[in-house]
């Protein structure tokens, strides 16, 4: 059976590339979606990679991919830290979560410190750029057991 992993980003995140390139890089939102695909379809994984700039979208969003996904990857920007609807929602998605952030959020102002939601998150990915999305899509892969032989060992498991 094909893993399957959707990729949430919210506000703000479509003017990467162009908005506080002192933080987040010169990257665009639509290159880091293009190395998620390159990854996923050397994976096997079904990949779905969406944006927006609405909460309720994103509320939407996390609700279908209950039954769409097997695993979620989350970069919710500003939501990070005001939203409860993300992550009343989060909470009720049963399969593994990954929060994503390009900045180390844990390095930054006190506005931008202490995410809600990655409470519920399995894990948090942050301070990596945009290649934190290629370490989070790897970490699902492999909680999914999707990391197969199209992969060296040494990025499927650490030796025993």
Known sequence: MTARVTILNGPNL????VREPHIYGSTTLSAIEEGCLAFAKRAG???RFHQ??????????????RG????LIINPAGYS??????????????????????SNIHA??????????????????????????LV??????HMLGALTGNFP???RALPA
């Open 14 to 17: 479509n003017l990467l590339g």
């Open 68 to 71: 769409t996904a097997d695993a």
């Open 153 to 155: 060992l040494q990025l």
């Open 45 to 47: 994984i079904a990949l």
């Open 81 to 102: 830290f005001t939203s409860v609807a993300l992550f009343d929602a989060l909470k009720a998605f049963s399969g593994p979560i990954i929060e994503v952030h390009i």
């Open 108 to 133: 930054r102002d006190e506005l931008h410190r202490h995410s809600i939601l990655s409470a519920a998150a399995r894990s948090v990915v942050c301070g990596l750029g945009p290649y934190g999305y």
């Open 52 to 65: 927006s700039n609405h909460e309720g979208i994103l509320v939407d969003l996390i609700q279908e991919a």
């Open 136 to 141: 989070a899509l790897q970490s699902a892969a």
